[in-house]
């Protein structure tokens, strides 16, 4: 079984700064892509951002210029270093990982990082 967990969200008045973390572990042959997603109250579940293995990113308009998403390999470990943070970007944020195991390839989620931006 594979359990990614987040980490670093918070309450953070507009225009500040957060950095997410998501680490992933247990039986891991290798990690495709990982990302970001979010959900809002009443929302639906929508893409932040996203790396693939080879480092090839991509982000929703809505945080292109204020989000970046990185990874480490070695430590199936991705990041979202989230800047000029406005209240609209208040959500609950979840990491994704389409991981190979020997079994087959699987998506896992996260439990959920909430994220407060303050005006």
């Known amino acids: 079984q594979v359990q990614p967990v987040e980490s670093g969200g918070g309450l953070v008045q507009a225009g500040g700064s957060l950095r997410l973390s998501c680490s992933a572990s247990?039986?891991?042959?290798?990690?495709?892509?990982m990302g970001w997603y979010r959900q809002a109250p009443g929302e639906q579940r929508e893409l932040v951002a996203a790396v693939t293995s080879g480092g090839s990113t991509n982000y929703a308009d809505s945080v292109k210029g204020r989000f970046t998403i990185s990874r480490d390999n070695a430590k199936n470990t991705v990041y979202l270093q989230m800047n000029s943070l406005k209240p609209e970007d208040t959500a609950v944020y979840y990491c994704?990982?389409?991981?190979?195991?020997?079994?087959?390839?699987?998506?896992?989620w996260g439990q959920g990082t909430q994220v407060t931006v303050s005006s």
């Open positions: 994704n990982a389409d991981i190979v195991q020997s079994n087959g390839r699987w998506h896992y």
């Open positions: 247990g039986s891991i042959f290798s990690i495709n892509a």
